[in-house]
């Protein structure tokens, strides 16, 4: 049963240039999300996709992107890197039921470590 | 504005011991509450959950307790084991995507 792969696992970038991750969800799930991931911090979520349609988004810019494709895997697009972007970036998925994903619980990849300098 | 709080950073226990970890929530709309584990270098890992119409959920080892009245869950790992030794992040839900607190990190020593 394959879980959730993300790829790159590492990647270095420049301020100012632009990236993508990417995510394949646990097979049988359909919603992905998207959380990043600050050294201390607790993963803060980023933005939910179901059916190719994000769902919901947290409190960050519109310089982070997103899509989903029909087979369910996702990309994590950033433009105008800051050096703040710096984190591991995590990708979930789970099932949307009734609506909703929220009381599915995640299964998370191994993220993608970002490092911009 | 923190709605998942984990107040203690670091916790340590003996092997064998009781391990109690503690997570405050602030927004009354949180229904559905959970646990995930996470070693270094890996994506955090499902533990155990719990429903706001419930009080107490047990999956063997680990147990999770919540209060509402109080707007405070725990989670008791017995006996903890050395290979429990990891970061515990607590996390809640309503209408909305799950929110994490910002972690505890586990060690357990033989």
């Known amino acids: 049963d394959a879980g959730v792969t993300q790829s790159p696992t590492h990647l270095i970038k420049t301020r100012g240039q632009q990236v993508t991750l990417r995510c394949s969800p646990k097979s049988g799930h359909d919603t992905v999300s998207w959380y990043q991931q600050a050294l201390g911090q607790g993963p803060q979520f980023i933005f939910q996709?179901?059916?190719?349609?994000?769902?919901q988004r947290g409190n960050f810019p519109d310089r982070f992107s997103g899509h989903q494709f029909p087979n369910y895997s996702s990309e994590l697009n950033v433009n105008a890197l800051l050096l703040g972007d710096s984190a591991l970036y995590l990708c979930?998925?789970?099932?949307?039921?009734?609506?909703?994903?929220?009381?599915?619980?995640?299964?998370f990849g191994n993220g993608t470590r970002l490092t911009v300098t | 504005d923190q709605q998942v709080k984990q107040n203690s950073p670091s916790l340590s226990v003996q092997e064998g011991r009781i391990s109690i970890l503690n997570c405050d929530y602030t927004?009354?709309?949180?229904?559905?509450f959970l646990w995930y584990k996470k070693y270094p270098a890996e994506g955090p890992t499902f533990l155990i959950s719990i429903s706001s119409i419930k009080d107490k959920n047990e999956d063997g080892r680990f147990t999770v307790f919540l209060n509402k009245s109080a707007k405070h869950l725990s989670l008791h790992i017995v006996p903890s084991q050395p290979g429990d030794s990891a970061v515990y992040f607590c996390?809640?839900?309503?209408?909305?995507?799950?929110?994490f607190g910002k972690g505890t990190t586990l060690s357990v020593s033989s």
């Open positions: 927004n009354s709309m949180f229904d559905y």
């Open positions: 979930a998925s789970s099932l949307w039921f009734r609506g909703s994903s929220y009381n599915s619980p995640l299964h």
């Open positions: 996390a809640a839900s309503g209408e909305s995507a799950l929110i």
């Open positions: 996709y179901y059916e190719e349609e994000e769902r």
